[in-house]
C-alpha cells in the first residue's frame, strides 16, 4: 500500500508543478498585486506618493491588524505616480480596502471633493478628477 500511497502523491506533486507551468508564473508562490495610479493629481503637485504610501503602509490590515505587513509579506513599492500593494495569493488580500483607505486619504487631504477612485481593471484603482462638464456651456454664451 505505501507504493500506492507514493504513487499518488507523485502524480499530485506533478500535477501541481504542471498547473504552476500553465499559470506562467516563474516564482513558486503566487503573488497578487494591486496597482493605484496617481498620474493626474501627481502631475498637478496636489498629492504627494511618499505620504500616501506611508498612510497606507500604517493602515492596511491584515488578519485584522495593522502593522502586520512585514510578517505575511505584504510588500508596498512606489515609483513616480504608482503605488504597487503584493501580496501572496493565499491571503486573499482584500482589493476593496485599498480603496476605503485612499477614499479616506484624499478625505483627510481634502481632496476627496475633486478626485475619485475608479476601478481602471481587475486589480488596478485609479484617481481621478470629478469630470464637470454641465453648466459651462451656458457660461461661455452669456461672456
Do not use: W
Request: with cysteine; aromatic share 8%.
Amino acid at each position: 500500500s505505501t507504493n500506492y500511497n507514493e504513487r499518488h502523491i507523485n502524480a499530485a506533486a506533478r500535477r501541481a508543478t504542471e498547473d504552476d507551468d500553465k499559470m506562467g508564473k516563474s516564482s513558486k508562490k503566487q503573488t497578487v498585486k494591486f496597482v493605484i495610479d496617481c498620474t493626474a493629481p501627481v502631475d498637478d503637485k496636489v498629492l504627494d506618493v511618499a505620504s500616501f504610501e506611508k498612510y497606507l503602509h500604517d493602515r492596511i490590515k491584515v488578519d485584522g491588524k495593522t502593522g502586520n505587513l512585514a510578517a505575511n509579506n505584504v510588500v508596498i513599492s512606489r515609483d513616480r505616480t504608482k503605488l504597487t500593494v503584493a501580496s501572496p495569493a493565499e491571503l486573499g488580500f482584500s482589493k476593496r480596502q485599498l480603496k476605503y483607505l485612499s477614499k479616506r486619504y484624499l478625505k483627510k487631504q481634502q481632496l476627496r471633493d475633486y478626485l475619485r477612485v475608479v476601478a481602471a481593471s481587475k486589480n488596478s484603482y485609479e484617481l481621478r478628477y470629478y469630470s464637470i462638464s454641465a453648466g459651462d456651456d451656458e457660461e461661455m454664451e452669456e461672456e
